[in-house]
């Protein structure tokens, strides 16, 4: 059974103080690994994709990197607005014709001004 | 482009009452998916389609029907509300060929009393 464990479930910075959200996966061959941002009362909105270990993908202050258990979302000189929650999710090779995803618990970040 | 699009909002319902949420996209995209987020359980698959005319069932699909008559419409129907279906609902649609990545809706809050 695919499982994603994402930590910390919560997270307090204040603005600028750099740090790491981790998100642990075991799936059947990873055909990608998805990366998304859900503000309050909103729709999961897309960051990133990544599909093979060693993989790197920036946008603005985000990272986002992957080794073959586990993916980190690195947020570099957070500013409030980063504020969220963020998922991860994985796609199994062998999820067939569905293509669904499995979901983590997400990482509610907080970041004070 | 509106992306995907949910009706309604928010809705309050009576148990066993009965009601369809309706999911819309404009971008074209062969599968489409209904989820639903619950405090610390992340998102769940409860049905997905791969294309016009068809329909699976996902993880959590008891007590829900969906119907996929036209490419752009994908529809999630509770037959007998419960309780248990207090839930937001959140509707995502991907084009399988150029990558798995799925885009979501807004999403619905439901409450049944």
């Known amino acids: 059974e695919d499982q994603v464990t994402q930590s910390p479930e919560a997270l307090r910075l204040q603005e600028g103080e750099s740090s790491s959200l981790n998100c642990s996966y075991t799936v059947s061959g990873l055909r990608g690994l998805f990366w998304y941002r859900q503000d309050p009362g909103k729709g999961p909105e897309f960051l990133f994709t990544?599909?093979?270990a060693g993989e790197e993908k920036e946008k603005e202050r985000l990272k986002a990197t992957l080794t073959k258990k586990e993916s980190f979302l690195h947020i570099t000189a957070p500013k409030p607005e980063d504020s969220a929650t963020y998922l991860c999710a994985v796609q199994a090779a062998t999820s067939g014709s569905a293509r669904q995803l499995t979901f983590g618990s997400g990482t509610q970040l907080t970041v004070l001004p | 482009n509106a992306g995907v699009t949910q009706t309604p909002k928010f809705r309050v319902l009576k148990t066993g009452q009965s009601m369809t949420l309706l999911c819309a996209q404009d971008m074209n995209h062969e599968y489409m998916y209904w989820y639903r987020q619950d405090p610390g359980m992340g998102l769940r698959l409860i049905h997905y389609?791969?294309?016009?005319?068809?329909?699976a069932k996902g993880e959590v699909p008891d007590g829900y029907n969906v119907s996929r008559l036209k490419k752009q419409n994908f529809l999630l129907g509770l037959e007998s509300a419960a309780p248990s279906q207090t839930s937001v609902y959140f509707c995502?649609?991907?084009?399988?060929?150029?990558?798995?990545?799925?885009?979501f809706g807004p999403g619905t809050r439901l409450l049944v009393l």
């Open positions: 389609s791969v294309g016009e005319g068809t329909t």
């Open positions: 990544l599909y093979s």
């Open positions: 995502a649609s991907s084009y399988s060929l150029r990558g798995e990545t799925q885009y």
